[in-house]
């Protein structure tokens, strides 16, 4: 190797190294053939002109802003993975539904997918374009609404199967019925356990919890009366997952209503391949939180205003 240049001090050769690494873009090894040093020399410098500062990187990305959100949120509840989107003061339900129509579509083709209905299931439904996913099989995870003042909440896992173009397998069945006797029966029967078993074996399931509120859209649908939500507030629950009411660690809050709620069971979803919680509503924070720490979901898709509500809700508690 030939004879180092001259330097009058060690951060001329660091700034020097630097200079050819990051704006000449030449290799350590290069750099080194030119300085007179050996390429482990030259990357000890590079390193060193980054933790001294004489380097600063900057990323210019619009994510950079909701990063540290993710990793953070990621981090703290164990998922493996936290998608962050910027939203407005009250459009973050179909800010989070395009990121989560995106997100489905970076995956296509899929296969099959468990989906449960809802107002953020409906905007999703809205958000994907035509022939998304050609040939998927939707299945519906939770009983379905008996009336509603919005058609495209019931319609929403059809809506998805249309679009994709693929097949729909929706529930013949209330969500909660009022007989605690016969929703064990009628978990039982084929024609639910069929799309149960179909669920099952989903590339994903995806949903968004509910609130323990009496605007939530199991009250609205009629199978809640406002006096159970009530109840279910004094009993500690946060939400409803896929029309399972949960407390703060995502266990059933009450075993009779457990056994008037027709839908996919919790045990089950905590097994799933893949599952994705979205949501763009600081309301739903504690829900999610919930879900995240019965491993009931592994992914969120949240607007920035939910995260930092999440971030808010599990700082609070500590």
Known sequence: ????????????????????????????????????????????????????????????????????????????????????VPSK???????????????????????????????????????????????????QTNGGPTHHGDNEVSSSISAMARKAPGTAFTLPAPTIIGNPDLGPQLMAEPSITRIFEGAAGADLVVYSPGTVSKESVLVESGFIPEETID????????????????????????????RRTIAYPLRNLAQAHLSVAVAGEVEKAPAMVAAARAKLAQIFIIDTYTAEAILAYTSKEN
Request: proline share 4%; hydrophobic share 40%.
């Open 1 to 84: 190797m030939k004879k180092a240049m001259p330097h009058s001090s060690r951060d001329d050769l660091m700034f020097e190294a630097a200079y050819l690494y990051y704006m000449e873009g030449l290799t350590q090894q290069a750099i080194g053939t030119r300085l007179g040093y050996t390429r482990w020399t030259i990357g000890r410098l590079i390193d060193e002109a980054r933790q001294t500062g004489l380097v600063t990187i900057t990323i210019n990305h619009p994510r950079i802003q909701t990063h540290h959100l993710e990793m953070q949120i990621a981090e703290q509840l164990g998922l493996k993975r936290a998608i962050v």
């Open 89 to 139: 003061n009250g459009d973050g339900r179909q800010v989070v539904a395009r990121a989560t129509a995106q997100f489905l579509m970076s995956r296509a083709p899929i296969r099959s997918l468990a989906v449960a209905w809802g107002r953020t299931m409906t905007a999703l439904a809205t958000a994907l374009p035509e022939h998304w996913s050609p040939g998927i099989r939707v299945y």
């Open 231 to 258: 109840m279910l507030r004094r009993k500690g629950s946060v939400g409803d997952i896929l029309s399972h009411y949960v407390d703060a660690d995502g266990n059933p809050i009450s075993a009779q209503l457990e």
